[in-house]
Structures are given as C-alpha cells and as structure tokens.
C-alpha cells in the first residue's frame, strides 16, 4: 500500500510540472502523441502474438511497402488500431466511459477482420478461454460491466494507479468479446486516464510476462498489486518522456548518459526499469535528460 501511495505521490507531482510545462505548447503535445501512436499500436499488438516489428507497423501506418509478405489481418489490426488510439484522444474529453462507447471502440478495431462480432458482446453459447481462465457466461457479461463501471465511479477518491489497474483487471476477467479484449483494454485505461486529466500509457511488449503475471495475480487472489506497479510505472515513463520535451531538453541515451557522467550503465537500467530516475523508453531505447543530476535525482 505505502508503496503504491508514493507512486501515486510523484505521479501527482509530474502531472503537475507537466501542466506548468504544457502551457502554450499545444502543437509540441499534438506532436508527442501523434510519434507515439505506432509504439502503442506495435506494443498492444506484439503483446497478442502479432509477429509486425515496430518498423513494419510504422510502415504499414505510413502505407509504406514491407520487405516481407504480411497477412491482411496483421495489416488491418495495426490500422484500426491506430485508429481506435487517435479517436479516444479527443473523445475521452467529450464522454464518459459507457458499454456505448466500448462496443463503438470495438467495432472499429475489429471491422474488416472479424465483421461479424465486431461491435458487439459475446452471446449465446460463445464462451472464451484465456490460458486457464475461462470467461464468464455470455448473459453475465453486461451486468458483470455495467457493475464494474459503477465500482470505478464510485471510487473517485482513490487514486487513478489503482482505479484503473483494477478496472482493466476486471475488464479482462470478464472477457466481454469474441476478439480485441486485450487491445480493446488497454485503449480503456488510456481512455479514463485522459477524461481523468492524466496522460495516456503504453503497456510495453518486453513487460508482457509481468503483465500477465497481474492477471494470474488477480484470478486467484483478487489482488492488484502487479497491475498497480505497472500501471504506476508506465505513467511515470509517459510524463518523464513528455516533460523531457515540453521542458525543452536535450535528450540522450541512456548509455551516453553513463558514458558522459562515469556511471554504470547496468545501475541506470535499474533504475530506470524500476522509474527512480527521469528516464523513459522510446522506441525501445531508453533515454534520459542530458541536464539530469544523478546525484540529486532531479534535472537541472
């Protein structure tokens, strides 16, 4: 508990500096996250199974031929994806999270793979599997997210890490559709973390053990400790990453950053896996703040 709390702490206080920073710097924000659609798409994506490098999906987002024959399908998902990723940057300002909104999200991450279950609930005798997990009956489904909704908005006084790992870990136990649970879920905590004022996430692909660690941690113990820490920590890296350019920083590796102040490069990696320090993973390379104070853990 202590643990997550102070997380919850320095969140508050980078979404803070990011507010001060962000002002007057609208097309630069515009900029960050439009770069950032292809990570997300690449990383949502490879976490189920789809074999697209972020090269290919930066590619296929640019309509760019690949060097290698893909199927339409891994096409189609990193195209809607993108799409589904740019729509709930303005309406997650505009609506509240409702079964409306989820099965319009769907619709449009699953048309022209999978039309026929696109935009609705499993029904009738579609019963999914998950590893081990076996969703709940078709006809419990809408209650079990109308429940899980209520829960979420009747729990505004506790922190966002908390509110949204639970509401994801439930999301996904439930299991609503026949396809695009995962992706549709992780577009979810990205959609209340932006109604909520916060900035979006990326869930990467290289914590994918981890992350379904959390939901193992969670079939049996109800507990949501795992996703809480990656939650925690994939927002710290999105503001860390966003501040390093709103505050105007020269941004280098990670590795010159060791090279130039005499420090282990295998000690920064901790600490920037575990987020005790500025830096932040882009396109999976970890950067950092040239101006960052290693001995203060601030930036200058």
């Known amino acids: 508990m202590a643990k997550i709390l102070n997380v919850f702490k320095k969140v508050s206080s980078l979404r803070e500096r990011y ?75 505009e609506q509240e999270l409702t079964l409306e909104v989820m099965l319009s999200l769907h619709k449009m991450l699953i048309s022209n793979i999978s039309d026929d279950i696109a935009g609705r609930f499993r029904k009738d005798n579609e019963y999914v599997r998950v590893g081990s997990h076996i969703a709940p009956a078709p006809k419990e489904v809408v209650g079990m997210l109308e429940k899980m909704l209520a829960e979420y908005n009747a729990a505004s006084h506790e922190n966002i890490i908390r509110r949204v790992a639970k509401l994801h870990l439930t999301f996904e136990y439930i299991h609503p559709f026949n396809d695009g649970n995962g992706r549709i879920g992780r577009v979810i905590n990205n959609y209340l973390l932006i109604r909520e004022g916060f900035v979006p996430v990326n869930i990467k692909f290289i914590d994918r053990k981890m992350y379904y660690e959390a939901f193992k941690e969670f079939d049996k113990k109800g507990a949501t400790k795992i996703m809480d820490e990656i939650v925690g920590k994939s927002l710290t890296n999105s503001y860390h990453k966003r501040l390093a350019y709103l505050e105007g920083a020269k941004i280098i590796t990670l590795a010159e950053y060791a090279k130039r102040n005499k420090v282990a490069h295998s000690n920064l990696i901790n600490k920037a896996n575990r987020q005790t320090i500025e830096a932040f993973l882009e396109k999976g390379v970890w950067k ?11 930036r200058k």
Request: hydrophobic share 45%.
């Open 19 to 93: 507010y001060k920073a962000s002002t007057g710097k609208d097309a630069l924000i515009r900029l960050v996250g439009e770069a950032e659609v292809a990570e997300q798409v690449y990383n949502s994506n490879a976490i189920e199974n789809s074999t697209l490098s972020l090269e290919e999906t930066e590619k296929i987002l640019l309509q760019i031929d690949l060097d290698r024959f893909v199927t339409e399908r891994e096409i189609f998902e990193a195209k809607n994806l993108a799409r589904v990723v740019a729509y709930i940057e303005k309406k997650a300002k």
């Open 288 to 298: 950092i703040a040239e101006g960052f104070v290693y001995s203060l853990g601030v």
